[in-house]
């Protein structure tokens, strides 16, 4: 009866998670990696609802030449595509606004005169905006710049996306060429299609290679399936989780799936090594054997992962909280669940040669260690040392563009656009108006000269705003220079000027506006100082009566990577420090949590010891590493560590690390080997943090199981008389 309530309440809460699962909401839009009330996303926000998104999509294409004929085909083109769903509009040059006339009459004109290309293509190639956007004549390249309606998932950007693509292939027809796609929304797309290759390819690879090594380890289809059964249960409640709070699923959830696989197999191995071969009704004995280290492992890898809950940035602080959440669920299916579903299977194992072989192996090993234990120490110690100073070369650094490699369809397009127009990172100065009106001409004369002081800045391409707009108007119109315009004029031009593209840069109030800097830079440090540049001009500005801030696309990616590094020290120190406590608390000893720690801390310093030889930098991928790896290294630590504690008080300090090495060395060795080939498979991605992510992991992981073989047993031996004052105080 125990059993078919354990089953029954197995398969609800499976089917309740995939119920769940079903409702994901895949959005891996740059808001989702802020916190909402952080001001800069805050004003963000607000400017985008204003003033639009800078969000966009931007074609490009290279016409065999301009003419009639040719622009003709364009424009039909462009005109159908305006109609498809969930697009706000299509900007270009048949449709940017000129301001144009003279003294008698000024007026915006919104439409191209295909008849007259040749004369409109001079005009626009002179304007300040097409020029930077629509048009490199010279080149023959035109560009389509696509603002969508506000959408918040990515599965809809890459549909949208697609669509646009399909019916732009008509352009064909008019000589034109796509030659790249630039813009933050191609950014978006082309990081979810490469979740969906780590979801579809990945993810089964993974599985497929970590089932192969279960049946070659144990001979065994009926474990294969348990395991397939566990490690699936254990991503549905961990996804279901993401739909049943409406946390959005994105690239960093995408590591979920392989975690909480790599954590069940790491259980069941433990299970399976301590069942007895060809006995199927084993199994219950085996889950008593390994209950407490498997139970004390699930809860110091669930505080683990819980302390990335200390992060501030929601996707690192999700798969915390569901990763903690997964490894409960792990914990209780490997001590619960498999072991009757091994015994309902007659699963029977077959592992006894190949335990024989690796022990073989390990003996070498082990008494090597037990020979020299001092030395083994010092040079343990002395490797940690030298990649301890290697690690000091890790730098925080992050770009999204970065992330994929040189030649991929992204980094065409971004640099093509670079190359032709203007950066690609955008900076929104947001002018908020306290006292008078943004219509004031001396204000305006002040905006204007705090421009010109940005444009000089090295790598601001563009600086544009409302003051930009009314100039051009107040030149066509007085023919006079700025300087004579005065507060009545600049009322006067808003009340004739019939556009829209003033209204993008600043309301109708003339309460709030926005100055934008398009920058070439992309990585997130040289953005923060390209910002803190701005905001000294910004403060050397005589801006009494406006209340200044920086948005943007480039201002929230800076903020993101600010907050990375203050949570990745918050969760790797809230991290170490409760999963010590619950050592010492669990093994209720000082000594025994604090000599469990230095293994499991070592792995850590060998990962950034490899981050700085390999230049690999600290972002929201690798950030990550030190709490999962401390996470997943503790399980196997307290596994050998409870092993050597038992066999030493049975046996004698040798003899009894030598049992504990047949007992869980074999173990953890095999566990290893398939975590860190399953983390190794995710460099197959063209992803640079997934990959940086299944790199590092593997290299903490096996470094983990050389300090646990290695140093470990040798810390025991030379400490065993109690100067870590375990023996006495254990009471396992």
């Known amino acids: 009866?125990?059993?078919?309530?354990?089953?029954?309440?197995?398969?609800?809460?499976?089917?309740?998670?995939?119920?769940?699962?079903?409702?994901?909401?895949?959005?891996?839009?740059?808001?989702?990696?802020?916190?909402?009330?952080?001001?800069?996303?805050?004003?963000?926000?607000?400017?985008?609802?204003?003033?639009?998104?800078?969000?966009?999509?931007?074609?490009?294409?290279?016409?065999?030449?301009?003419?009639?004929?040719?622009?003709?085909?364009?424009?039909?083109?462009?005109?159908?595509?305006?109609?498809?769903?969930?697009?706000?509009?299509?900007?270009?040059?048949?449709?940017?606004?000129?301001?144009?006339?003279?003294?008698?009459?000024?007026?915006?004109?919104?439409?191209?005169?295909?008849?007259?290309?040749?004369?409109?293509?001079?005009?626009?190639?002179?304007?300040?905006?097409?020029?930077?956007?629509?048009?490199?004549?010279?080149?023959?390249?035109?560009?389509?710049?696509?603002?969508?309606?506000?959408?918040?998932?990515?599965?809809?950007?890459?549909?949208?996306?697609?669509?646009?693509?399909?019916?732009?292939?008509?352009?064909?027809?008019?000589?034109?060429?796509?030659?790249?796609?630039?813009?933050?929304?191609?950014?978006?797309?082309?990081?979810?299609?490469?979740?969906?290759?780590?979801?579809?390819?990945?993810?089964?690879?993974?599985?497929?290679?970590?089932?192969g090594v279960i049946f070659f380890l144990f001979r065994s289809i009926g474990s294969i399936i348990v395991l397939q059964i566990g490690s699936t249960a254990v991503t549905a409640i961990c996804i279901g989780l993401y739909g049943a709070f409406s946390l959005p699923y994105n690239m960093v959830s995408t590591m979920i799936p392989s975690l909480m696989m790599?954590?069940?197999?790491?259980?069941?191995?433990?299970?399976?090594?301590?069942?007895?071969?060809?006995?199927?009704?084993?199994?219950?004995?085996?889950?008593?054997?390994?209950?407490?280290?498997?139970?004390?492992?699930?809860?110091?890898?669930?505080?683990?992962?819980?302390?990335?809950?200390?992060?501030?940035?929601?996707?690192?602080?999700?798969?915390?909280?569901?990763?903690?959440?997964?490894?409960?669920?792990?914990?209780?299916?490997?001590?619960?669940?498999?072991?009757?579903?091994?015994?309902?299977?007659?699963?029977?194992?077959?592992?006894?040669?190949?335990?024989?072989?690796?022990?073989?192996?390990?003996?070498?090993?082990?008494?090597?260690?037990?020979?020299?234990?001092?030395?083994?120490?010092?040079?343990?110690?002395?490797?940690?040392?030298?990649?301890?100073?290697?690690?000091?070369?890790?730098?925080?650094?992050?770009?999204?563009?970065?992330?994929?490699?040189?030649d991929h369809a992204l980094n065409r397009g971004n640099n093509l656009f670079k190359k032709h127009f203007v950066g690609t990172t955008p900076i929104d100065i947001s002018l908020k108006v306290e006292e008078g009106s943004l219509l004031n001409a001396d204000r305006m004369r002040t905006i204007l000269g705090m421009q010109e002081k940005l444009e000089k800045l090295e790598d601001v391409t563009k600086v544009y705003s409302f003051a930009n707009i009314l100039r051009t108007f107040h030149n066509k119109f007085s023919l006079s220079e700025f300087d004579q315009a005065s507060n009545e004029m600049l009322e006067q031009y808003l009340f004739i000027y019939d556009g829209q593209d003033l209204y993008d840069f600043m309301d109708r109030d003339a309460g709030l506006g926005r100055i934008n800097l398009s920058l070439t830079e992309n990585r997130a440090n040289l953005i923060e100082r390209q910002i803190e540049k701005v905001e000294q001009i910004i403060k050397n500005t005589n801006l009494d009566g406006i209340k200044v801030a920086l948005a943007g696309s480039g201002k929230l990616f800076s903020d993101q990577e600010n907050l990375l590094i203050g949570g990745f020290t918050q969760g790797f120190v809230l991290s170490f420090g409760l999963v010590s406590l619950c050592l010492i608390l669990l093994f209720k000893s000082l000594g025994s949590g604090l000599l469990m720690m230095v293994p499991n801390l070592s792995p850590i310093v060998m990962c950034f010891g490899f981050m700085g030889i390999f230049n690999i930098w600290l972002d929201f991928g690798t950030a990550m590493i030190s709490s999962l790896t401390l996470g997943i290294a503790v399980d196997d630590t307290i596994h050998m560590f409870h092993s050597m504690k038992k066999n030493i008080e049975l046996h004698g300090i040798d003899k009894g690390i030598r049992v504990a090495y047949r007992e869980s060395g074999t173990s953890i060795t095999m566990t290893t080997f398939i975590l860190c080939t399953q983390f190794m498979l995710l460099v197959f991605s063209e992803f640079l943090p997934l990959k940086n992510f299944g790199f590092i992991t593997s290299i903490g992981l096996f470094s983990a199981l050389v300090f646990d073989l290695v140093f470990l047993p040798a810390l025991m031996k030379i400490n065993h008389e109690g100067f870590f004052n375990f023996k006495n105080k254990q009471t396992i």
């Open 1 to 211: 009866m125990k059993n078919k309530i354990i089953i029954l309440s197995f398969l609800a809460v499976t089917l309740l998670s995939a119920f769940f699962a079903s409702n994901v909401i895949v959005s891996n839009i740059p808001a989702t990696y802020l916190p909402k009330d952080m001001p800069s996303n805050v004003l963000n926000a607000k400017l985008r609802q204003q003033f639009g998104s800078d969000e966009l999509f931007i074609f490009m294409f290279q016409l065999e030449e301009f003419s009639k004929e040719s622009l003709s085909k364009f424009q039909a083109v462009v005109e159908r595509a305006k109609k498809i769903e969930n697009i706000k509009e299509i900007r270009s040059i048949f449709d940017h606004e000129v301001i144009t006339g003279d003294s008698d009459a000024v007026y915006v004109k919104k439409e191209f005169d295909i008849d007259n290309f040749e004369t409109e293509l001079k005009e626009l190639e002179n304007d300040e905006v097409a020029k930077d956007l629509y048009l490199d004549y010279e080149n023959k390249i035109l560009t389509l710049v696509v603002e969508p309606n506000l959408i918040g998932e990515s599965l809809e950007r890459h549909e949208l996306k697609t669509k646009v693509e399909t019916e732009f292939k008509n352009l064909s027809a008019s000589g034109a060429t796509l030659i790249g796609i630039a813009g933050e929304l191609s950014v978006d797309t082309h990081q979810f299609e490469e979740m969906l290759d780590v979801l579809t390819l990945v993810v089964p690879l993974t599985s497929i290679f970590s089932m």
């Open 262 to 406: 790599a954590i069940t197999i790491s259980f069941f191995i433990h299970l399976l090594n301590h069942s007895e071969d060809e006995d199927s009704n084993s199994y219950d004995a085996a889950a008593k054997k390994v209950f407490r280290p498997t139970f004390y492992s699930g809860v110091t890898t669930s505080i683990g992962l819980f302390a990335l809950a200390a992060s501030p940035i929601p996707p690192i602080r999700f798969i915390g909280l569901v990763g903690g959440v997964g490894v409960i669920g792990s914990v209780l299916f490997t001590l619960f669940v498999a072991p009757i579903l091994l015994s309902l299977f007659r699963v029977k194992l077959k592992k006894k040669s190949f335990n024989d072989a690796l022990m073989s192996k390990l003996d070498i090993l082990i008494s090597t260690v037990l020979n020299a234990p001092r030395r083994t120490a010092a040079f343990m110690l002395s490797l940690l040392l030298v990649f301890g100073y290697m690690g000091t070369y890790v730098e925080s650094e992050s770009s999204l563009y970065e992330f994929f490699p040189k």
